[in-house]
T-cell receptor
Framework: GAVVSQHPSWVICKSGTSVKIECRSLDFQATTMFWYRQFPKQSLMLMAT?????????EQGVEKDKFLINHASLTLSTLTVTSAHPEDSSFYIC??????????FGPGTRLTVT | EDQVTQSPEALRLQEGESSSLNCSYTVSGLRGLFWYRQDPGKGPEFLFT???AGEEKEKERLKATLTKKESFLHITAPKPEDSATYLCAVQDSGGSNYKLTFGKGTLLTVNP
C-alpha cells in the first residue's frame, strides 16, 4: 500500500519552454501533496504544499508564477515549470499523505533544461 | 525554525560491522520524527516514524530510537544492500500541513 507514482521519470526540455510533471497516489486518497526539489548531493527542499481543491502554499523564495501547482483531485497533483531555464534543472520529487502523519514519496522526475 | 542535523555525513562500514547514525533536531513541538532511505536517482523510501521520547522501532537490521533531542538509527550486521543515503526529518506539531524538515542525510557505504 501507499504507492505514489510520478510521470515522467525524466524529461529534457529547451530553455523557455514549459514542462508538466504528474504525481499520483495509486492506492489511497491524498489529502495533501508536497513538491520537493533536490540538487545533487543535497537534501530535499520543500517547494510547496497543496491540498485538494485549494491553492498551493509556497515556501519562501519559491516563485509561484514559475512553479504552477494544481491539485485537482484526491489522487493527482501536477507541477508545471513555466519558461524553464537551465538553473531549473533538478530532481523533483512529490510526496502524498492521507489522514496519517506519514508522507509517502514518488520515485522522482529528473528535469534537464538545455 | 525547525532544524535537523545528521552525522556523520558519510560512513563506510565493512559487511557485518554494526554502527549508528545520528539525527539531532530542534523543533518547538515534535509531532513525529521520520527516517527514510534514499537510493541514487530515486525518491525516499519510508522506514520509520517515531512520536515520543523512549520509543523504538525495528525493521530487519535497522532499529530507530528517539530522545528529546536526537534520534539514532542503529544498523546491525549491515550488508552491501544496505548502502544508501539515510534521511531524517521532523514534523512540527505547530504546523497544520504535515510539513517535513529534512537533514542533509548520511551516505552509508557497506563494503563486502
Amino acid at each position: 500500500g501507499a504507492v505514489v507514482s510520478q510521470h515522467p521519470s525524466w524529461v529534457i526540455c529547451k530553455s523557455g519552454t514549459s514542462v508538466k510533471i504528474e504525481c499520483r497516489s495509486l492506492d489511497f486518497q491524498a489529502t495533501t501533496m508536497f513538491w520537493y526539489r533536490q540538487f545533487p548531493k543535497q537534501s530535499l527542499m520543500l517547494m510547496a504544499t497543496s491540498n485538494e481543491g485549494s491553492k498551493a502554499t509556497y515556501e519562501q523564495g519559491v516563485e509561484k508564477d514559475k512553479f504552477l501547482i494544481n491539485h485537482a483531485s484526491l489522487t493527482l497533483s501536477t507541477l508545471t515549470v513555466t519558461s524553464a531555464h537551465p538553473e531549473d534543472s533538478s530532481f523533483y520529487i512529490c510526496s502524498a499523505t492521507d489522514y496519517s502523519y506519514e508522507q509517502y514519496f514518488g520515485p522522482g522526475t529528473r528535469l534537464t533544461v538545455t | 525554525e525547525d532544524q535537523v542535523t545528521q552525522s556523520p555525513e558519510a560512513l563506510r562500514l565493512q559487511e557485518g560491522e554494526s554502527s549508528s547514525l545520528n539525527c539531532s533536531y530542534t523543533v518547538s513541538g515534535l509531532r513525529g520524527l521520520f527516517w527514510y532511505r534514499q537510493d541514487p536517482g530515486k525518491g525516499p523510501e519510508f522506514l520509520f516514524t517515531l512520536y515520543s521520547a523512549g520509543e523504538e522501532k525495528e525493521k530487519e537490521r535497522l532499529k530507530a530510537t528517539l530522545t528529546k533531542k536526537e534520534s539514532f538509527l542503529h544498523i546491525t550486521a549491515p550488508k552491501p544492500e544496505d548502502s544508501a543515503t539515510y534521511l531524517c526529518a521532523v514534523q512540527d506539531s505547530g504546523g497544520s500541513n504535515y510539513k517535513l524538515t529534512f537533514g542533509k542525510g548520511t551516505l552509508l557505504t557497506v563494503n563486502p
